[in-house]
């Protein structure tokens, strides 16, 4: 099951970049800026559960 959270993250994260390049070409530079920022974090969030108290 681990393999398919890092697959749902890994595409995740490529939309969120590639959205971003195509904002970036086409001169919207906040929203592309908003999405690098979006696939920045969710490449970083552990999706496991394991959080200890």
């Given at each position: 099951m681990n393999k398919t959270n890092n697959l749902y993250r890994d595409i995740a994260t490529?939309?969120?970049?590639?959205?971003?390049?195509?904002?970036?070409?086409?001169?919207?530079f906040i929203i592309s800026?908003?999405?690098?920022?979006?696939?920045?974090?969710?490449s970083n969030i552990d999706f496991n559960g394991s959080f200890k108290a």
């Open positions: 490529g939309l969120f970049f590639t959205t971003g390049v195509f904002g970036f070409m086409s001169g919207e800026t908003l999405l690098f920022g979006a696939a920045t974090i969710f």
